[in-house]
């Protein structure tokens, strides 16, 4: 299954993405490509893939991407290998709402889910408390950050990023419960239910 997790920049997405990949078995991370720069803490094939613009044009144009959007200026895409490399394992995108709205157009059988912060007066001082972005690029955060939330209604669930602990529990239980669905364990039921129809 494909999880598409969303969310205005600065709500917490990566950390309760990386709560639910220590948490919880067979679920990876699909890794993006992106033009911006490396942050210092930032590793290289596991946070992203840091490409050239030239490059990610270029895999733009041999159709690479199952989702790509420009974002505060630099571009973002997810590529088709990231979310076929390892079918038997479920997959997690962190990417913006342009990107959930490409992959919900392309993969029906998605789940989407969005992260919101608990006011907009928290996601603006969690973005000045954490230190990576000059004055000018938080408002266009912000800014861009009112305008993402108008999105929510198009998302299947809603995770109100309020306290860690909460969050990161609500995020997990809703691929514990989608991994339940009958839909999905059809294949694995079938020794069970057989067993059911023999005499004794």
Same mark, same amino acid.
């Given at each position: 299954? @494909?999880?598409?997790?969303?969310? &205005?920049?600065?709500?917490?997405?990566?950390?309760?993405?990386?709560?639910?990949?220590?948490?919880?078995?067979?679920?990876?991370?699909?890794?993006?490509?992106?033009?911006?720069?490396?942050?210092?803490?930032?590793?290289?094939?596991?946070?992203?893939?840091?490409?050239?613009?030239?490059?990610?044009?270029?895999?733009?144009?041999?159709?690479?991407?199952?989702?790509?959007?420009?974002?505060?200026?630099?571009?973002?895409?997810?590529?088709?290998?990231?979310?076929?490399?390892?079918?038997?394992?479920?997959? @997690?995108?962190?990417?913006?709402?342009?990107?959930?709205?490409?992959?919900?157009?392309? @993969?029906?059988?998605? =789940?989407?889910?969005?992260?919101? &912060? &608990?006011?907009?007066?928290?996601?603006?001082?969690?973005?000045?408390?954490?230190?990576?972005?000059?004055?000018?690029?938080?408002?266009?955060?912000?800014?861009?950050?009112?305008?993402?939330?108008?999105?929510?209604?198009?998302?299947?669930? =809603? =995770? =109100?990023?309020?306290?860690?602990?909460?969050?990161?529990?609500?995020?997990?239980?809703?691929?514990?419960?989608?991994?339940?669905?009958?839909?999905?364990?059809?294949?694995?039921?079938? &020794?069970?239910?057989?067993?059911?129809?023999?005499?004794?």
């Amino acid at each position: 299954m @494909i999880y598409v997790i969303s969310g &205005p920049s600065g709500c917490g997405k990566s950390t309760l993405i990386r709560r639910v990949l220590t948490g919880l078995a067979g679920v990876r991370f699909s890794v993006s490509h992106t033009t911006r720069e490396k942050r210092e803490a930032e590793v290289e094939g596991k946070d992203y893939f840091f490409v050239s613009q030239d490059r990610f044009l270029r895999m733009v144009e041999k159709n690479s991407f199952v989702e790509w959007a420009v974002v505060h200026g630099a571009h973002y895409g997810t590529s088709r290998r990231e979310l076929t490399k390892d079918r038997n394992l479920d997959v @997690i995108l962190d990417i913006d709402v342009q990107g959930a709205a490409q992959v919900r157009k392309k @993969i029906r059988t998605a =789940v989407f889910i969005f992260i919101l &912060p &608990p006011s907009f007066r928290e996601l603006q001082k969690r973005m000045e408390e954490r230190g990576l972005d000059s004055a000018a690029a938080i408002r266009k955060r912000l800014a861009t950050a009112r305008k993402e939330v108008r999105s929510i209604t198009s998302f299947d669930y =809603v =995770v =109100v990023n309020d306290d860690l602990e909460t969050a990161g529990r609500e995020l997990e239980s809703i691929l514990r419960c989608w991994r339940a669905r009958l839909a999905v364990r059809q294949k694995s039921l079938g &020794p069970i239910l057989r067993s059911f129809r023999g005499k004794g």
